[in-house]
């Protein structure tokens, strides 16, 4: 259905960015999925990274700062999951690691990533996603929200 500008400026903004934000999880968890994972799954491929060794502790601590908004109880899961499919080793420390299946899933996550990206990006351009992004930022600290997430912590 279209709507015009004038219907479109009434609707309200807590119903477009639930939905964006539904389908979007879907979209990425289904595409991961293609894989055997998902985002907390990919989260803590990610952060352990080629040569980087961290506790389940420090690895969800690493997690939290990065993505404020990820539940961690979905973490514990994951990470027990890629331990049991051997993606992650743990060392006599308790140090988890990739192992080299786990480097070749990165790998195959990296290579899906940008194909994801351009799934979700298509159509709009840079120039208005940053609109779109200035603008929910501004709603968020309007009332009073923290509309300073860095992605790279």
Do not use: C
Request: charged share 25%.
């Amino acid at each position: 259905m279209e709507f015009t500008d004038a219907q479109l400026a009434e609707q309200p903004v807590g119903y477009w960015t639930g939905a964006v934000r539904t389908a979007v999880v879907q979209y990425i968890n289904d595409r991961l999925g293609e894989l055997g994972m998902t985002q907390p799954h990919w989260w803590a491929v990610y952060q352990l990274g080629e040569n980087r060794r961290l506790t389940r502790e420090e690895l969800l601590t690493l997690i939290s700062q990065q993505r404020p908004y990820v539940d961690l109880s979905t973490l514990e899961p994951a990470i027990d999951d890629l331990l049991d499919s051997q993606q992650f080793g743990v060392d006599e420390a308790g140090r988890l690691s990739l192992t080299e299946a786990g480097i070749t899933l990165r790998d195959r996550v990296l290579v899906l990533l940008p194909e994801v990206r351009a799934r979700i990006h298509d159509g709009v351009s840079d120039e208005d996603y940053v609109f779109v992004v200035k603008t929910l930022r501004r709603m968020l600290s309007n009332i009073g929200g923290d509309a300073s997430f860095d992605q790279a912590g």
